[in-house]
């Protein structure tokens, strides 16, 4: 789900390395919220936002693709899965989107938090993490 085209939504990153050739590399990070924040930074977030109780984490990406990465979850899937992440969910927020889109669009933010069954909370993170990941690539 980190990776999504959508004019070809089937069209994965491994297709994409296979098309272009041997001098493609691959981030060393097991996800795409991992390139953001290591799992130890991510535990610290849970501790101070959600005082360390299990969250489901969200990009930028997340919020606006939601209906392609949760495309075959129906509101019963969304329940069996998000209420168990007693933290609710967090974005993490490197670009300042959560200001601009709460602001401009309440309605799809509140829709997607009773679709969840959760809250959703921004955290403001830098994207050093993920620049140092991609410098890393090119040494």
Not at 34 to 42: N, T
Not at 49 to 60: D, F, Q, R, S, Y
Not at 112 to 134: C, E, V
Request: charge should be negative; glycine fraction near 6%.
């Amino acid at each position: 789900y980190c990776y999504i085209n959508i004019k070809e939504p089937y069209k994965t990153i491994d297709k994409i390395i296979k098309d272009h050739g041997e001098n493609i590399s691959r981030i060393n990070s097991s996800h795409c919220i991992d390139m953001l924040a290591s799992e130890k930074e991510r535990e610290n977030i849970a501790n101070t936002i959600a005082n360390g109780e299990k969250v489901w984490w969200l990009t930028p990406g997340w919020v606006l693709y939601r209906n392609y990465v949760f495309q075959d979850w129906d509101k019963a899937m969304a329940n069996e899965n998000f209420p168990k992440h007693t933290g609710g969910a967090i974005l993490l927020d490197g670009i300042g989107f959560w200001e601009k889109y709460s602001s401009d669009h309440p309605e799809k933010i509140l829709e997607f938090s009773d679709w969840m069954g959760i809250q959703i909370q921004p955290y403001k993170i830098s994207l050093n993490r993920y620049k140092d990941l991609l410098l890393e690539k090119i040494k």
